[in-house]
């Protein structure tokens, strides 16, 4: 059975990982899709990100890094993808994914969506969380692996200091 883990991906967390690993146990296949929304300004480009995905999954044999735009549910079906697969971490998350798995259901009613959660210690771990604080250079170690730790901190090198208040 083939699914697809489809998200920005802006930058990878500990979380996302935590997903792909036991989604790549649960499927003969596993497509990361990492997808364009015209509705964000990612921080990374989709071949930085590309990139920092496929250097995390190279020893993941089942596991592909794909780019795409337009709806999920078009390019699922032209990869032949039968199930997609979708973190949530906090109650909130359930009712905007639950929405959208009900809009693909409608959509492409022969692609099932599956929802897991990340352990407990990566739950309350966002993308948006690590760009906001690594952007003041806090510290991010524990939540994002270490090759997306080194492009932030390439990404943020010169960025993000608060002014001085006189």
């Known amino acids: ?14 979380g996302h990982l935590d997903v792909i690993v036991r989604a790549s146990k649960m499927f003969e296949n596993l497509l990361v ?15 930085e ?21 337009g709806l999920l549910v078009n390019y699922a079906r032209k990869m032949q993808v039968e199930v997609i697969v979708r973190g949530l971490r906090v109650y909130s998350d359930f009712e905007t994914e639950f929405q959208m798995a009900l809009a693909n259901r409608t959509l492409a009613p022969e692609i099932e969506t599956v929802f897991l959660t990340p352990r ?3 739950s309350y771990i966002s993308s ?30 010169n960025k993000g200091e608060m002014p001085e208040s006189g």
């Open 49 to 69: 990100r590309f990139d920092m995905v496929q250097s995390l999954i190279k020893d993941m044999p089942n596991v592909v890094v794909v780019c795409f735009e």
């Open 1 to 14: 059975m083939k699914a697809i883990y489809p998200g920005t991906f802006d930058p990878i967390t500990n």
């Open 128 to 157: 948006s969380v690590v760009r906001e604080v690594a952007a003041f250079k806090g510290n991010v170690a524990n939540w994002v692996p270490d090759v997306v730790l080194i492009e932030l901190n390439k990404k943020f090198q």
């Open 120 to 122: 407990h210690e990566h």
């Open 33 to 47: 899709g990492i997808g364009k929304n015209p509705r964000k300004t990612p921080l990374f480009g989709m071949m």
